[in-house]
Nanobody
Framework: QVQLVESGGGLVQAGGSLRLSCAAS????????MGWYRQAPGKPRELVAT???????NYADSLKGRFTISRDNAKNTVYLQMNSLKPEDTAVYYC????????WGQGTQVTVSS
């Protein structure tokens, strides 16, 4: 089993920045990919970014240039730096890990005011 705990969400004005963190614990040796998804009200969950254990990154095309994913393997933590935030970035952001199965965090709310 893998447990994921997110932190760093909150309320920010448009144009501001936030950094989300996701700490993994448990059977972390099985994890080969971690990342972030988000879900806005009334919309399906969508990919934000992923990063492999080797450091290969993948982003949603619409978010390239504003969001940056990174990971600290020593801390078993993945980060999402979000810059130039827009009201349409408002969503619950979920941490995701892929090992022998998929794992999800509980989600953290990000609200961007105009």
């Amino acid at each position: 089993q893998v447990q994921l705990v997110e932190s760093g969400g909150g309320l920010v004005q448009a144009g501001g920045s936030l950094r989300l963190s996701c700490a993994a614990s448990g059977s972390i040796r099985s994890i080969n990919l971690m990342g972030w998804y988000r879900q806005a009200p009334g919309k399906p969950r969508e990919l934000v970014a992923t990063i492999t254990s080797g450091g290969s990154m993948n982003y949603a095309d619409s978010l390239k240039g504003r969001f940056t994913i990174s990971r600290d393997n020593a801390k078993n933590t993945v980060y999402l730096q979000m810059n130039s935030l827009k009201p349409e970035d408002t969503a619950v952001y979920y941490c995701y890990a892929l090992g022998v199965r998929s794992y999800w965090g509980q989600g953290t709310q990000v609200t961007v005011s105009s």
